[in-house]
């Protein structure tokens, strides 16, 4: 008798591991432009770019908020819940810096972006695990990665610290999450199909929201969440 064709786990880890390719393509130009940034030296107003921290991990913490009550897996809505708490903590950080950089944080009100408007938009278990962990993070920390090399050359040290002690091995761990999530819940070639379309799309738009940020604040290294 011929074995019956079973989707199994060795097909949904070769499946995680050929989506982190394609991300690590989209990512690349992204990486590029802070690169390209650096090289050509300071520039920008460091509390212009904290301030799109701020903006950045408010709007990521009140996402996975907001996604937790309507995701129904139990390890999914704890992740989300574990991410809403870690982006606020970054929130926290990134506001008593600006805080001892003398920004008044009370005079402070995120705006939204394109970014978070589709992100909100996703409904189902595996897009958001695939948007809102396995992609936005990825993007977070590599694109903090370039803004710390940017601090290190304006020799705000301070500022790399708290990005390198508490949150970048957060952003990371996240990542990681979703990573495991995926694995676990896009199983078959159709969830499958939905991931791989979602992580483009959600680069496509993060590489023109960033451009356009790039181009008004004269420099690509600055902080996603
Ligand atoms: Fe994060
Ligand atoms: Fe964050």
Same mark, same amino acid.
């Given at each position: 008798?011929?074995?019956? &064709?079973?989707?199994?786990a060795?097909?949904?880890?070769?499946?995680?591991?050929?989506?982190?390719?394609?991300?690590?393509?989209?990512?690349?130009?992204?990486? /590029?432009?802070?690169?390209?940034?650096?090289?050509?030296?300071?520039?920008?107003?460091?509390?212009?770019?904290?301030?799109?921290?701020? =903006?950045?991990?408010?709007?990521?913490s009140?996402?996975?908020?907001?996604?937790?009550?309507?995701?129904?897996?139990?390890?999914?809505?704890?992740? &989300?819940a574990r991410?809403?708490?870690?982006? /606020?903590?970054? &929130?926290?950080?990134?506001a008593?810096?600006?805080t001892?950089?003398? &920004?008044?944080?009370?005079? %402070?009100?995120?705006?939204?972006?394109p970014?978070?408007?589709?992100?909100?938009?996703?409904?189902?278990t595996?897009?958001?695990? /695939?948007?809102?962990?396995?992609?936005?993070?990825?993007?977070?920390?590599a694109?903090?990665?370039n %803004?710390? /090399? %940017?601090?290190?050359?304006?020799?705000?040290?301070?500022?790399?610290r708290?990005?390198?002690e508490?949150i970048?091995?957060d952003?990371q761990?996240h990542?990681q999450?979703?990573?495991?999530?995926?694995?676990?819940y896009?199983t078959?070639?159709?969830?499958q199909r939905?991931?791989?379309?979602?992580?483009?799309?959600?680069?496509?738009?993060?590489?023109?929201?960033?451009?356009?940020? =790039?181009?008004?604040?004269?420099?690509?290294?600055?902080?996603g969440c």
């Amino acid at each position: 008798m011929r074995p019956r &064709f079973v989707y199994g786990a060795g097909m949904t880890i070769a499946f995680v591991t050929e989506l982190e390719a394609q991300k690590a393509t989209l990512l690349a130009p992204m990486i /590029a432009a802070g690169r390209v940034s650096l090289a050509e030296g300071p520039a920008g107003d460091a509390t212009q770019l904290l301030q799109i921290a701020l =903006a950045n991990e408010i709007n990521v913490s009140e996402l996975a908020a907001l996604w937790m009550p309507s995701t129904p897996e139990l390890d999914v809505k704890l992740a &989300f819940a574990r991410q809403a708490g870690d982006e /606020a903590g970054h &929130f926290q950080l990134v506001a008593d810096r600006l805080t001892v950089l003398g &920004f008044d944080v009370a005079s %402070f009100r995120p705006g939204d972006n394109p970014m978070f408007q589709y992100l909100r938009s996703l409904s189902t278990t595996v897009e958001r695990i /695939a948007a809102g962990l396995f992609t936005l993070e990825s993007i977070a920390y590599a694109v903090n990665e370039n %803004f710390m /090399a %940017f601090c290190a050359q304006r020799g705000d040290d301070e500022t790399v610290r708290i990005y390198r002690e508490y949150i970048q091995p957060d952003e990371q761990a996240h990542q990681q999450l979703g990573q495991r999530l995926l694995a676990k819940y896009a199983t078959t070639p159709e969830l499958q199909r939905v991931a791989r379309e979602t992580v483009a799309r959600l680069l496509e738009i993060a590489g023109t929201s960033r451009a356009q940020a =790039a181009a008004r604040m004269g420099t690509a290294c600055f902080p996603g969440c």
